[in-house]
T-cell receptor, first 114, second 110 residues
Framework: DTAVSQTPKYLVTQMGNDKSIKCEQN?????MYWYKQDSKKFLKIMFS???????INETVPNRFSPKSPDKAHLNLHINSLELGDSAVYFC?????????????FGPGTRLTVL | RKEVEQDPGPFNVPEGATVAFNCTYS??????FFWYRQDCRKEPKLLMS???SGNEDGRFTAQLNRASQYISLLIRDSKLSDSATYLC???????????FGKGTTLSVSS
């Protein structure tokens, strides 16, 4: 009955590899987000989708590609992983018809690039 | 100047203490303001919204001063379970991203 779920929870991989992180929400929300929290705990938006349509695309390397097959899922694919990609990646979703402040976060995916 | 600035702390207080966190934001067009709480190695969770008139939720009181672009969070009668990082969050307009501060760490000890 988890509201926003992410898989995997931990991901350890070598530089240069390609990896994907999956996110699913069962709350019926229309808007979903990907955030990156680096080692200094700074939480920064990467992407936002509304009903499968990209609405926010911050300055993120094009090695990062989000994909939303339906409004309940927002996956993140990362090509050619670099050391600096090591961080915790959080997925979040927001109820429709409310302000952007009330976001529900997934448990995070801790990515370590060696 | 960073968009949202907070004193990172840590604030180390005994149980029962009153503690206040401050936050400033740079974009005067910001429309919505929030405090989120993040426990160690967990996801952020909305603690409360912040309104110009000030708002209170139990032991927590949030204040907003638009003229000074300043937000505060007051925690009264601190509990051990209040130990966490408190994130000040600002939103400029619909369709744009939330801007998170780096957070203020609170440690409440017995």
């Amino acid at each position: 009955d988890t509201a926003v779920s992410q898989t995997p929870k931990y991901l350890v991989t070598q530089m240069g590899n390609d990896k994907s992180i999956k996110c699913e929400q069962n709350l019926g929300h229309d808007t979903m987000y990907w955030y990156k929290q680096d080692s200094k705990k700074f939480l920064k938006i990467m992407f936002s989708y509304n009903n499968k349509e990209l609405i926010i695309n911050e300055t993120v390397p094009n090695r990062f590609s989000p994909k939303s097959p339906d409004k309940a899922h927002l996956n993140l694919h990362i090509n050619s992983l670099e050391l600096g990609d090591s961080a915790v990646y959080f997925c979040a979703s927001r109820p429709s018809g409310t302000g952007d402040g009330e976001q529900f976060f997934g448990p995070g995916t801790r990515l370590t690039v060696l | 100047r960073k968009e949202v600035e907070q004193d990172p702390g840590p604030f180390n207080v005994p149980e029962g203490a009153t503690v206040a966190f401050n936050c400033t934001y740079s974009n005067s067009a910001s429309q919505s303001f929030f405090w989120y709480r993040q426990d160690c190695r967990k996801e952020p969770k909305l603690l409360m919204s912040v309104y110009s008139s000030g708002n209170e939720d139990g032991r927590f009181t949030a204040q907003l001063n638009r003229a000074s672009q300043y937000i505060s969070l007051l925690i009264r009668d601190s509990k051990l379970s209040d130990s966490a990082t408190y994130l000040c969050v600002v939103h400029s307009q619909a369709g744009t991203a939330l801007i998170f501060g780096k957070g203020t760490t609170l440690s409440v000890s017995s």
